[in-house]
């Protein structure tokens, strides 16, 4: 270690306790995307007794803040995220909900960072500026609640991170940062892959007709049955997704307001089309909306289609993630380091947003055990989880901004992003929006089928 690199961890193990006391607390309250109001207001109180002057997005929680080193140079964004899941039989739940994906271990530990921050000495010798982000709403669940929020103009996306590139909280931003807390095992700390798929949102509502179940199911039109056979036909196309775009589809049933004696008039269901590229994922969900109109026809039901942008699938600059991987290997050791440049994640985050525009590197440390999004994950080792995953930023934090933030600028200069701005990538994503009634009957009960956003 060099004597920066140690003058960081004692930065950091000085607010040692208070890291940790914020994991526990966290993990005690959590709540959903767009809801997170009690760990925004923890850590808002948290950071303004450190000395902070927050930016808050106001109308849903999260808040960001700009540390100046005092000198010119490239603007580094981390990340801290503040949802937790809906998991109602996790034994520690709260409410119905669960930090079973750690993200309060990932705000604890910007806490610490931004702790670490204001010690002596700190940002001697950097140059350029970090901004510090508590973002909502990364997990992509309830996206009818989450449409609810669109529709009363709250917000204009369903991911926090692609929010706040809409709001402006990116504007400046050159290169991004993140860390991710999970379940790597007792033997390695940091973990990284190469990227992950992104993911478009999908709401699906069958319509039927509402009749009397056992004395005249002839006068209605079953939603439920067109549901199921638009799944089916979905699962027919999975032989034609092809290996290199490695699409996922799994839609859930989101159940019927109905009796049993009466045929359902309505089965809603909710899904993502993930793909490693956003023309596969766009190609994909073409044929996917095509088999669930298809379906509805064929029972004489009508189907409508709500489509919207999820997530841009996660690239990491393996420039970057090299140099990640030997701050890692500074903090903990060559052998509790793996990071491998060729893995590919089929789930989906929306620090994919961030890669489109700008290099950025997701990585994962340890001290969770379960699975993740389990009733079984749990926290094991905070210490991995928030106070190690503090220190290996703050030193990428210095390996991109010393010597006049030549590294970061060599980045930054080299990387060749997805989309040339924030407003092109917006636009683009912009496209995905569909809102379709697919099927249309005359009178004379032929149908008029669109099912695409041309
Ligand atoms: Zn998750
Ligand atoms: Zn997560």
Redesign the pocket.
């Known amino acids: 270690m060099t004597n920066r690199q140690e003058l960081i961890v004692k930065n950091v193990d000085a607010n040692k306790q208070m890291i940790l006391d914020a994991e526990r607390w966290l993990w005690a309250h959590p709540q959903t995307g767009y809801t997170e109001w009690e760990a925004h207001n923890y850590l808002v109180e948290k950071f303004e007794a450190l000395g902070y002057e927050l930016n808050l997005a106001g109308n849903i929680p999260g808040f960001w803040t700009d540390v100046e080193t005092g000198k010119p140079g490239p603007k580094l964004a981390i990340f801290g ?1 503040l949802d937790a899941l809906d998991i109602a039989n996790h034994p520690e739940s709260v409410n119905g909900m669960t930090h079973c ?3 309060h271990g990932q705000v604890a530990a910007l806490l610490g960072i931004a702790a670490a921050l204001k010690q002596p000495g700190a940002l001697d010798g950097l140059s350029g500026s970090i901004r510090l982000i508590a973002v909502p709403a ?2 992509m669940i309830q996206l009818a609640f989450r449409e609810d929020l669109r529709k009363q103009g709250i917000v204009s996306y369903m991911g926090g991170k692609v929010e706040f590139m809409h709001r402006g909280v990116l504007d400046g931003c050159e290169i991004a940062l993140m860390v ?1 807390g999970g379940n790597s095992g007792d033997n390695i700390d940091f973990v990284c892959g190469k990227g992950m798929n992104g993911c478009m949102a999908k709401t699906i509502k069958f319509k039927g007709k509402s009749s009397h179940a056992g004395g005249a199911p002839h006068l209605g039109v079953n939603a439920q049955y067109a549901a199921m056979l638009g799944l089916q036909a979905c699962n027919d196309l999975r032989e034609t997704f092809q290996e290199k775009d490695t699409v996922r589809f799994h839609p859930i049933m989101m159940g019927v307001n109905c009796a049993v004696n009466i045929i359902p008039d309505e089965m809603k269901i909710e899904s993502y089309v993930r793909g490693s590229s956003i023309e596969a994922m766009k190609r994909e969900n073409k044929k996917i909306n095509r088999a669930l109109t298809g379906a509805a026809l064929a029972v004489g039901a009508g189907v409508e289609l709500c489509d919207r942008p999820g997530y841009s699938p996660e690239v990491h600059d393996p420039d970057f993630m090299r140099l990640v991987e030997q701050c890692c290997k500074d903090l903990v050791g060559e052998e509790r380091v793996g990071f491998n440049y060729s893995n590919w994640s089929t789930g989906s ?1 929306d620090f994919g947003d961030i890669t489109c525009v700008m290099p950025g590197v997701q990585f994962f440390c340890g001290g969770a055990s379960g699975t ?1 999004h389990g009733i079984d994950y749990f926290i094991t080792d905070p210490n991995r989880l928030c106070v190690n995953s503090a220190k290996a930023q703050l030193f990428v934090v210095d390996a991109l901004l010393e010597n006049d933030g030549a590294k970061a600028k060599e980045l930054i200069a080299n990387y060749k992003p997805e989309y040339p701005s924030i407003k092109a990538y917006l636009e683009a994503i912009n496209e995905m929006i569909l809102d379709k009634d697919a099927v249309v009957y005359d009178e004379q009960g032929n149908a008029k089928v669109d099912f695409q956003n041309i």
């Open positions: 995220e994906c750690g993200h990364e997990e991710h985050s993740a």
